[in-house]
């Protein structure tokens, strides 16, 4: 997008923000490392809605330079219990790839982001995926973002031309409790943030999805106040 292009010294990067509480610390630390921020948020019909509402409250406190809300609607494939009729698991964490992965989500995701990123110049994309405290999906392992960036290098004009797209993982290693810290540290309130999978009717997080439990246990390990109202206390 050319309004995006050559305004200051200060590089581009075009961050993914779901709306979700590592998300908006990824985004946050591209801003504190100098980066003028273009937040991509995907909407692709998924369960949490809420998540959508969240990610723009997110750019706004943050200050992107701007927030695009991309329409995709996965519901069209299903396959995840979050763009199809299945239901959310509350049993707790597995060793199994649980069925709220969505196929190829985040190598969907970074396609787009990288689409944008070259249009407009930026060779920066930044994605807060962890493979520590994570449901084990395999898009989030840092083996996924080494091969999508040897990828960017053969699938665009800037790498075909000698040059090289970096993607950014900075929570790659962190531990949930470790990304709480960083929010503080960062100045950001993690209520305006969102994690639960299945939102109850009443607007309350569900609590018991295999996203809030990781978010309360981190929060808990580090004694930060969590800014979630949940289902049944907490």
């Known amino acids: 997008m050319t309004e995006l292009s050559g305004q200051t010294a200060q590089p581009l990067a075009v961050v993914l923000l779901s709306g979700g509480l590592d998300s908006m610390v990824c985004t946050a630390l591209a801003r504190e490392q100098g980066f003028r921020v273009a937040a991509l948020t995907i909407d692709y019909n998924q369960r949490h809605r809420v998540e959508l509402d969240a990610a723009r409250k997110v750019a706004a406190r943050i200050g992107v330079e701007r927030h695009v809300v991309l329409p995709l609607d996965l519901r ?10 299945i239901d959310v698991p509350k049993d707790g964490l597995t060793d199994e790839i649980p069925v709220t992965y969505v196929p190829a989500r985040n190598l969907v995701f970074l396609s787009l982001a990288l689409a944008w990123a070259e249009a407009a110049g930026s060779k920066d994309l930044f994605i807060g995926v962890n493979a520590l405290d994570y449901s084990g999906y395999p898009d989030c392992r840092p083996e996924f973002i080494d091969g ?3 990828l960017a290098r053969v699938a665009t004009r800037y790498g075909s031309e000698g040059g090289t797209v970096t993607v950014h993982a900075p929570l790659q290693y962190l531990k949930k409790s470790e990304i709480a810290r960083e929010a ?13 999978y299945d939102p109850l009717p009443d607007g309350r997080a569900c609590g018991a999805c295999d996203s809030c439990r990781l978010r309360r246990a981190g929060f808990a390990e ?13």
């Open 148 to 150: 999508f960036q040897n």
């Open 222 to 234: 580090a004694g930060i106040e969590d800014g979630t109202v949940y289902g049944g206390g907490g």
């Open 184 to 196: 503080a540290r960062l100045g950001l309130d993690p209520g305006d943030s969102w994690s639960c």
């Open 76 to 85: 069209l494939f299903g396959g995840s219990a979050l763009t199809d009729a």
